[in-house]
């Protein structure tokens, strides 16, 4: 597969070279595949039939547009490139492992300006590599912020994280802020302080390098600053919207639970950017990660076809589609005229996201093995007894991070078993032996319950892994768990 995908990429360059970018040479009838979150499958139909409809370069597309998530849609890509939909979307962190795969098509000079152009640069940014763009940005709206109860909640003091747990102690309400066992809301203090974990890529993808502050003096203020959250007995370690009906006062969460919560709270929401948190004596406004989704196309072996893909896709994640998308499903735009407008800005949830950005960190390139070695911070700091357990904390974590540049091959490609397994919960690996050309085995049978979940991954990260949804245990046994890492199925045999 490798071996065809670069033949394949090598034509394609080559082609590229001699195409010529007329309206003529693009005109033509396209059979296509897009692939899209399955809210948004009658709209994108829509928007293509509005592409054949408006474009003035002959183009017609053909396309059929198939319900897959834009969490899922990388693993069935990686798993075979040449079976997968022409246009894609997909979640920003899925987008090194496709990169790698070389599943993402190079976006040529003119659409690449157009694109940095139109686009917030932080989602411009989430989908380079090396110097060079490879996807298109479709949104701009994964990211988080504060939901909080106005009966309960002053708004007088919801820049204040001290005053805002001081009033859900007066109250018996919760603080709900995911630090134990989370890697994506914990750097919240950490950015907050201004330190940053910067991950470099080459251009096929791989990871090179990490500049990484967390271990310094800031990061000691950021979890000094995090202990007085967690020591609260009425911190909550919950994103979920759906704790204000059990209780909580705040819920640090994002635009996809806005429904829940209006829901729940009515006329007694409030919605606002992130708090400041204060340590001796000197405030420091909570930071966050800000994510998009992105559309990707697959390098074809036509350069005609391919250059027809490319409108299209510019089409559909320009300034007018990305207004649609807004006015039938609130997705955040990722179009900064789009941004701008009078109905985004008017958007309570979107308004508190972008009263958050200016305190954001683009969720770029980050290293899969991360997640879970920065998970693990929050728990440490709760158990620390002092500064110097504090201090500890950070040491193991830069401990953890420099493994990463120092991993044997044999681990760096390997596969393990992860899950709800032997009484972990997803915070062990076991280890896996090759039994063949693209077989793989683990070294022990495990007793699972019928429901049990768990997914295979590649060098202790989550840039590979699979199936694409949890693999499910039907029923009750012990089983040795395979995996072909040429088809990417998973499966069990009985002990």
Known sequence: MKKFLAILLTVVMALSMVASASASSVAGTYDITIWAAEKVVDLFRQQVKDFNDTNTLGITF???????????????????????????????????????????????????????ADNAAGVVAAATSGEALYAYPMTADNGYFMYYDKSVIPEADIDSMEAIIADCEANQKYFAFAIKGNSYYTPSFFFG??????????????????????????????????????????????????????GAAVVVTGTWDYTTVEGILGDNMGVADLPSFEVDGKEYHLGSFNGCKLLGVKPQVDAVRQAALNQLALYLTGEKCQMERFEALAWGPSNIAVQQ????????????????????????????????????????????????????????????????????????????????VAGTMWDNDFPMTKISASEWKTDEAFAMDAGTEFKVRQGLSWDNNFPADNFKVEEAGTYYVLFNESTGEVSTVAE
């Open 193 to 246: 302080t201004g330190c940053v974990s910067e991950w470099t890529t080459d251009d096929d993808g791989n990871f090179i390098e990490v500049y990484d502050t967390f271990n310094s003096p800031q990061g000691l203020i950021a979890v000094k600053g995090m202990k007085k959250l967690v020591s609260s007995p009425y911190h909550l370690s919950s994103s979920q919207g759906s704790e204000f009906a059990s």
């Open 62 to 116: 053909n396309a059929t547009v198939e319900p897959v998530g834009e969490d899922t849609a990388a693993t069935q890509m990686i798993t075979d490139v040449t079976a997968g939909a022409d246009i894609f979307c997909f979640a920003q962190d899925q987008f090194a492992r496709l990169v790698q795969a070389g599943a993402l098509k190079q976006l040529g000079v003119k659409a690449a300006e157009t694109v940095t």
């Open 341 to 420: 407008s009078d109905a985004v800005q008017a958007n309570p949830g979107l308004a508190a996201l972008l009263a958050q950005s200016p305190y954001s960190i683009p969720q770029g390139q980050i290293h899969g093995s991360w997640w879970d070695i920065a998970k693990v911070i929050g728990d440490d700091v709760k158990n620390a007894e002092d500064e110097a357990g504090l201090q500890a904390a950070l040491d193991n974590y830069t401990d953890k991070i420099a493994s990463l540049f120092t991993m044997s091959d044999d681990v760096k490609f390997g596969w393990t078993l992860i899950g709800a």
